[in-house]
């Protein structure tokens, strides 16, 4: 006989295990699907997220920050160093520590919170007296479980290419990338997009010549173009080369080298050889084998679940979120979401607003922004104000050796309300929290500039950027 829960939540990635947290803190009896092993063979929560995505390739990100400072910055700060060595395995084992210890922590929650981990891989097998049959396959043998209302929560994964095939050896995708044995001399990226900008820095400051292939005819066309024009200077002058408008052709693996044939922006034929390869062209939705048949129930043309503005799909009780829905494949988008189903199904009523989700760029220095471009808000018609300040500016930033890029704030030019704020500059995902709570609360560019800022900080230049809006920014 199967198991009867009150929620089940398919996939424990930031937005499923987040959704099973809350549904069991507001006193739902709660089962949670998962079937993610680790390297070791070991099942483990968290997902994509954080078993081979955001987590470990920050930690990556911040070790090789810290070698690249070392071999060329610290002298400024008037420190000698000698020789400096990397030791790649014991790079990557640190990350991997960082990775047990997160997802033993989930492990940990689902315990407190009295969360039934249901091991395997579930799909539906069909519905009877108001619940729906989910069937979980695992290595213990197959069960079911049932539920009247079911979050699914199954995330994504990277996007393949035709002719190119992936073996994370090699040819790689964001799970390779993060696991290589060896820097290599030349390595190739195939898109320029957030995963692709932030493994080929990694990969750069750690030794490897990377060359980036994007096909679009724009670098970063979701930030606002000052950011990406900013962005484009930086990131070249570090030693990122990068080709736009890029037609990608054959991939052939040799014995020795890899071999992608291209057609660049003008329409000539080129090629070049790496030793390694990063396929980093977006992520599709994991909604196959989940059966959804057996329940009535169809994906779209690119594999999200239909939902409305609750996550309600179009069956009664099913909730999807995440990756496997519209909107931005952000984690944080996700948990938002996990939250708010949660309290929907205990009779609350919770709201997201999706234009205060705000979006990182983990390099350096970072990229983060929220709300809209002044280029978008200028298409609609919308008359407004912009305010930019450097970090060049800020003696906070210039003590820390790292005064590149600005913040901008854009405001309506009749209200003075926030209506995007966009950073590039060190601790930029820190910054735009600020940012988001301003939009938020519906806040002007006035509001900000009236709080008090700790001095010397980096938030300084979110002060006076909106100070500039209005043309008072007070240190330039």
């Not at 990338?177 to 957030?194: C, F, H, Q, T, W």
């Not at 062209?281 to 679940?305: H, K, Q, S, Y």
Request: with cysteine; charged share 25%.
């Amino acid at each position: 006989m199967a198991e009867r829960f009150d929620v089940i939540v398919i996939g424990a990635g930031p937005g499923g295990y987040i959704a099973a947290i809350r549904a069991a803190q507001l006193g739902m009896k709660v089962a949670c699907v998962e079937k993610w092993k680790n390297p070791k063979g070991e099942l483990a929560l968290g997902g994509t997220c954080l078993n081979v995505g955001c987590i470990p390739s920050k930690a990556l990100l911040a070790s090789s920050e810290e070698f690249d400072k070392i071999r060329h910055h610290v002298s400024e700060h008037g420190i000698s160093v000698g020789s400096v060595k990397l030791d790649l395995g014991k790079m990557i084992a640190r990350k991997e520590g960082i990775v047990s210890k997160m997802t033993k922590g989930i492990e940990f929650l689902f315990r407190k919170n009295k969360i039934t981990w249901l091991k395997g891989h579930g799909r539906f097998v069909g519905q009877a007296d108001g619940q729906y049959q989910v069937e979980v396959a695992g290595d213990a043998g197959t069960s079911v479980a049932e539920a009247a209302r079911i979050i699914i929560a199954t995330g994504s994964k990277a996007r393949h290419l035709p002719g190119i095939p992936v073996d994370n050896q090699r040819i790689c995708d964001n799970e390779g990338a993060l696991s290589l044995g060896e820097v290599p001399k030349r390595l190739g990226i195939i898109g320029s997009g957030v995963i692709g900008l932030e493994l080929g820095s990694v990969w750069r400051r750690l030794g490897a010549q990377v060359t980036i292939l994007e096909a679009l005819p724009a670098f970063l066309g979701a930030c606002d173009e000052s950011v990406a024009k900013e962005a484009w200077k930086l990131f070249t002058k570090q030693g990122l080369a990068i080709e736009l408008g890029v037609r990608i052709g054959e991939v052939k693996a040799g014995a020795k080298d890899i071999v992608i044939s291209y057609t660049d922006a003008k329409g000539a034929a080129q090629s070049q050889s790496f030793d390694r390869v990063i396929v980093s062209v977006g992520r599709v939705p994991n909604t196959e084998n989940l059966n959804l048949e057996a329940i009535g129930l169809n994906v779209d043309e690119r594999g999200f679940i239909p939902v409305d503005g609750h996550c309600a799909t179009a069956k009664p009780g099913i909730y999807a979120i995440g990756d496997v829905v519209r909107g931005p494949m952000l984690a944080h988008k996700a948990e938002d979401e996990g939250v708010a189903v949660a309290e929907i199904l205990a009779g609350q009523k919770p709201h997201i607003d999706y234009n205060c989700v705000p979006w990182v760029i983990y390099t350096a220095p970072e990229i983060a922004w929220v709300g809209k471009t002044e280029q978008a808000l200028k298409a609609e018609g919308r008359a407004v104000r912009c305010g930019q300040f450097p970090f060049m500016a800020n003696g906070r930033a210039l003590g820390m050796d790292e005064a590149d890029g600005f913040v901008k704030v854009i405001v309506d030019a009749a209200t003075d309300e926030v209506l995007g704020v966009h950073i590039i500059g060190s601790g930029a995902s820190d910054l735009i929290a600020e940012a988001v709570m301003a939009m938020e609360f519906k806040a002007s560019a006035e509001d900000i500039a009236r709080i008090c800022h700790a001095h010397p900080s980096l938030s300084e230049v979110v002060r006076e950027a909106a100070l500039a809006s209005d043309k008072r920014a007070l240190n330039m």
